[in-house]
């Protein structure tokens, strides 16, 4: 069993930033962010392996965010930069224990998850 601890997040003006923190209590593999607007599909932000070697992002991203972890702190970032409104929503870090072959922007590839975190940017 691994718990998920999300932190950071909050309200800024559009063109801020942000940093979104998700501690895990234990060891993890792939780790990922999603995000869940009300109204719409889940949608995947951004993944990292473990060693952080293999990092992807969804379409919207653009450059925008950055993905890393610090593995001595079992800790997940998300380093979000020229935040729009459109990037309003709460936001969930995942993460697999074991590879179950789905693809890393699949929901169903992560056994756990955090509590989420709301993100609002206003204008």
């Known amino acids: 069993q691994v718990h998920l601890v999300q932190s950071g997040g909050g309200s800024v003006q559009v063109g801020g930033s942000l940093r979104l923190s998700c501690a895990a209590s234990?060891?993890?593999?792939?780790m990922a962010w999603f995000r869940h607007t009300p109204g719409k599909q889940r949608e995947f932000v951004a993944f990292?392996?473990?060693?952080?070697?293999?990092?992807y992002y969804g379409y919207f991203v653009k450059g925008r965010f950055t993905i890393s972890r610090d593995n001595t702190k079992n800790t997940l970032y998300l380093q979000m930069n020229s935040l729009g409104p459109e990037d309003t929503s709460v936001y969930y870090c995942?993460?697999?224990?074991?590879?179950?072959?789905?693809?890393?922007?699949?929901?169903?590839?992560?056994?756990?998850w955090g509590q989420g975190t709301q993100v609002t940017v206003s204008s």
């Open positions: 234990g060891y993890t593999l792939g």
């Open positions: 995942a993460a697999e224990v074991s590879n179950n072959g789905a693809s890393y922007n699949n929901a169903l590839r992560y056994e756990y």
């Open positions: 990292s392996s473990r060693t952080g070697g293999s990092v």
